[in-house]
Antibody, heavy 116, light 107 residues
């Protein structure tokens, strides 16, 4: 079955950076677009970014454009999100999700906390 | 960008109740509407795509309907496991993929 496991979150100061990872298993990773979606504490879901199956096409939410970079390594079956210039409002649980227009499988999430 | 709204924002119900949640889009999205269920501290679970097609393994007490700008998620007979927050999401014009703000169903 599809299994997605995020890692790399943590406490970071404003202006800091992190690299989030999402390890995939149980499906042919290179066949699917993948996305990052975040959820601030007590809030709703916000799509952040997605990447095409071979990494040719990427899109970002306006709120993160220029600060976040999505990438993937199909050989390692791993999705990444490089987050930089972090702000307090980036504090959230970050989920990776398999993407087909809808998001049919999600990881358990990794928490990013931006605080001084 | 297409904006999504949901009503009500929360509701109280009992086991066995029929529950209906409404999702509205700011413009027509045909049937490109998807539903998710989320329990506290857990990742969202995918329930329905294309407005009315149940994802494999989702109980038949869940159903979806609608097209254009107005959609509904109905739980025909609420079970204890169904107390959760439900989100709609449009996939008609992307990016961005936009979600509704959620409807919390509690006891």
């Amino acid at each position: 079955q599809v299994h997605l496991v995020e890692s790399g979150g943590g406490l970071v100061k404003p202006g800091g950076s992190l690299r989030l990872s999402c390890a995939a298993s149980g499906f042919t990773f290179s066949d699917y677009y993948m996305s990052w979606i975040r959820q601030a504490p007590g809030k709703g879901l916000e799509w952040v970014s997605y990447i095409s199956s071979f990494g040719i096409t990427t899109y970002y939410a306006d709120s993160v454009k220029g600060r976040f970079t999505i990438s993937r390594d199909n050989a390692k079956k791993t999705l990444y999100l490089r987050v930089t210039s972090l702000r307090a409002e980036d504090t959230a649980v970050y989920y990776c999700a398999r993407t087909m227009g809808f998001f049919d499988s999600w990881g358990q999430g990794t928490l990013v906390t931006v605080s001084s | 960008d297409i904006q999504m709204t949901q009503s009500p924002s929360s509701l109280s119900a009992s086991v066995g109740d029929r529950v209906t949640i409404t999702c509205r889009a700011s413009q027509s999205i045909s049937n490109y509407l998807n539903w998710y269920q989320q329990k506290p501290g857990k990742a969202p679970k995918f329930l329905i795509y294309a407005a009315s097609t149940l994802q494999s393994g989702v109980p038949s007490r869940f159903s979806g309907s609608g097209s254009g700008t107005v959609f509904t998620l109905t739980i025909s007979s609420l079970r204890p496991d169904d107390f959760a927050t439900y989100f709609c999401q449009q996939s008609y014009i992307t990016p961005p993929f936009t979600f509704g703000p959620g409807t919390k169903v509690d006891i």
